[in-house]
């Protein structure tokens, strides 16, 4: 089966490229399964329940979150009912929410969670390493696919060596940024750094450059504008992986500009 798993959605410029351009990625590239970031989808901030159905009708099958989980008070509204959306699972115990979904595919378990790093996060959070042993103990699946959403390469880098080969694709989000280090671990877990992000390519990280160079330029706070115009980018990974074995057999990074 071959999975997409797509960056960041970030505002209009992010959902317009999985409206004009996952239907054909998803064609031509024979797609089966797609887990999507959805952190940033409502004005780069956070999702609603509007935007998470729309990820749902446009054949997203799990829609993960991030620091920005909350970050939209219609969360609270709809986070409890919505089946296919996870948050970090080592939020601390009472969040709203949960941090893992199993779905049976094919006769397949396909369990997807996602963990938080810890490293110039800023969020109070219980470690992700033990919060995924946890997991592992706790949910037997056929395949497991962890969204590792964290700014430090070396956290990331860290945690997928630390679960090689028990968890079949651990892949990042949360920078935006694409990362060109896709590879398979010495057993077998497929690890790639961050997906990027699928959205405004011009602006700094989704984001309306001029107000952002002057934060850097005085220091002195800026209101964030998501960048709509201009060049877009879609980001992301496809993995192929063998049904009865469970095993990674193909990886293809996505980073398409229009
Ligand atoms: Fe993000
Ligand atoms: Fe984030």
Not at 63 to 70: A, E, I, M, Q, R
Not at 78 to 99: D, H, M, Q, S, T
Not at 166 to 182: L, W
């Amino acid at each position: 089966m071959k999975i997409l798993l797509i960056g960041d959605i970030f505002s209009k410029a992010g959902r317009e490229m999985i409206e004009n351009h996952l239907g054909d990625l998803k064609n031509t590239k024979g797609i089966q399964f797609i887990v999507a970031n959805g952190e940033n989808i409502a004005h780069g901030n956070g999702i609603t329940n509007n935007y998470y159905k729309f990820l749902l009708e446009h054949h997203i099958n799990v829609v993960t979150l991030g620091n920005h989980s909350f970050a939209n008070h219609d969360i609270l509204n709809f986070i409890n009912e919505a089946k296919n959306l996870i948050r970090p699972l080592n939020y601390p115990k009472g969040v709203p929410g949960k941090g893992y979904v199993t779905i049976n595919y094919n006769n397949l378990k396909i369990t997807i969670f996602q963990v938080m790093g810890r490293t110039f996060m800023n969020t109070p959070l219980d470690c992700p390493f033990k919060a995924t042993e946890e997991l592992l103990a706790k949910v037997s699946s056929d395949i497991y696919i962890c969204d590792f959403h964290g700014e430090a390469t070396s956290e990331k880098i860290a945690f997928g060596l630390y679960f090689d080969g028990k968890i079949n694709i651990i892949v990042g989000t949360h920078t935006h940024v694409q990362t060109n280090d896709a590879h398979l671990l010495p057993n077998g877990t497929l690890y790639m750094t961050d997906l990027g992000m699928t959205g405004a390519l011009d602006g700094v990280i989704g984001v309306e450059k001029e107000t952002i160079i002057k934060k850097f330029l005085t220091g002195l706070p800026v209101k964030h504008i998501p960048m709509e115009t201009g060049r877009k980018q879609f980001n992301g990974l496809i993995v192929e992986i063998n049904e009865a074995n469970h095993k990674v057999t193909n990886f293809e990074i996505v980073n398409v500009v229009k």
